[in-house]
Each structure stands twice: as structure tokens, then as C-alpha cells.
């Protein structure tokens, strides 16, 4: 979906509106790569005051790759990189920009090349894709803040921590920007999510959230 979006400054900003695996995602192109796009990722992704989505992807251009890809999360911070966000950017490079024989796309992000392939029927992009590269587990990699208790800890796998006098073993890595992992093995609707994962997000052993 393309639309257009009128600034308060009267400027006029063609965006897309597309997601992937229901990450959704506003995408727009610009050759600004000095601008400081928080701003406009808050007001766009704000789901009831803007248009709304997860967050903000901007095509710039790029020196020796196919294209530069920033991520702003709805809160304006910089998401570093995403494997959805990756895969839309690259679906709408190849549609809108790309010469039809192209048969991969190299993609410049804050935390390195990014590679994808795709497939195509009728013209349009069905499937990406995506290299995320090797997954980091070391604390400073992620990072994790792990402070002296933790002694000589190499690996964040099964990483004990407690939120709401709940023991979690979790699983933290890094595809570029961090994650926990929790695996669960009761009844998923039972499970406090809503309610522990901004808590989890926001623990203070993630200085970048997770």
C-alpha cells in the first residue's frame, strides 16, 4: 500500500505500509542521511494519532552496496536491524528499484552487511531470504551487563534472572540487536506475557532493552 503523507511543514513524503510475519512496518526512501528520523518515527507509528505500525524503515543510498536500511522503533529509538523489517525493505527494493535480472540484494545496516535472495512470480516478490549472519551469545556482544557476580560468564545461554518472583531461564543472544529467549512448556495462554515482557525488556542487565 502507497500513500502520502502530508508533513507540518507541508511537505509531502510518499510511504509504504508493509510487514512481515505481522511485524509491521512504515517504509519510506529518502537520499537524507543526515536527518534525524526518531521524530517522525514517533509520530507516524503512533497507532492512534498517526498511521500506526511497529516501526519505521528508511531506504538511503549506499556506496557499495544495493541500498542502506535504518529501523526506528515507535518510540523513535534505533532498532539496529530486524529480520522482517529486512525482508519487507528488500521485497519493495526489488519491485520499485531494482533491474529485472537481479538475483540477490546486498543491504547496509548499523550492524553490518546484510545479504538476501528472493523469488518472484508474476513480477512481484512471494519469498526473502535473509542472511542475519551468526548468532553473538557472549554478554558484551549482546550486551548484557551481567556486573561482578557474574563471574567469568562467556555464554548467556540458560541466564537465571528473576522479575516478579519469577525465575526465568533465559536464553539471551544477539542477530544484531538483543533477544531473550524463554522456552515454555505449559499452556501458552497461561503464560504472563503482557504483563512480564516489558518487565523483561527493561531489566536492568539490558542496556539497549531486549
Known amino acids: ?13 510518499r510511504f509504504t505500509k508493509m510487514q512481515g510475519a505481522g511485524n509491521d512496518f512504515l517504509l519510506v ?11 517522525l518515527a514517533i509520530a507516524m507509528c503512533d497507532r492512534h494519532y498517526g498511521i500506526g505500525a511497529d516501526g519505521l ?45 537481479k538475483k540477490s540484494v ?8 546484510k545479504t538476501a535472495t528472493f523469488t518472484k512470480k508474476a513480477g512481484k516478490v ?19 551487563v551481567i556486573g561482578k557476580s557474574g563471574g567469568k560468564v562467556k555464554s548467556m545461554i540458560t541466564y537465571p534472572i528473576t522479575v516478579d518472583g519469577k525465575k526465568l531461564e533465559l536464553n539471551i543472544i544477539s542477530m544484531g540487536n538483543p533477544h531473550a529467549v524463554y522456552f515454555y512448556r505449559g499452556d501458552i495462554d497461561k503464560f504472563p506475557l503482557a504483563s512480564l515482557g516489558p518487565k523483561v525488556e527493561h531489566h536492568k542487565i539490558f542496556p539497549e532493552r531486549v
Do not use: H
Request: glycine share 10%; net charge positive.
Open 1 to 13: 500500500i502507497c500513500l502520502l503523507l502530508i508533513l507540518k511543514d507541508k511537505a509531502v513524503m
Open 29 to 39: 526512501e529518502s537520499k537524507d542521511t543526515r536527518r534525524d528520523w526518531s521524530p
Open 57 to 101: 524503515l528508511v531506504i538511503l543510498p549506499s556506496a557499495r552496496n544495493d541500498f542502506l536500511m535504518r529501523i526506528f522503533n515507535s518510540d523513535g529509538s534505533d532498532g539496529g536491524i530486524s529480520g522482517n523489517g529486512l525482508r519487507c525493505a528488500v521485497k519493495y527494493f526489488i519491485e520499485e528499484q531494482a533491474k529485472p535480472d
Open 106 to 113: 546486498s543491504v547496509e545496516t548499523t550492524t553490518g552487511i
Open 126 to 144: 512471494v519469498k526473502v531470504k535473509a542472511g542475519m549472519g551468526e548468532p553473538r551469545f557472549g554478554a558484551k556482544q549482546i550486551p548484557a
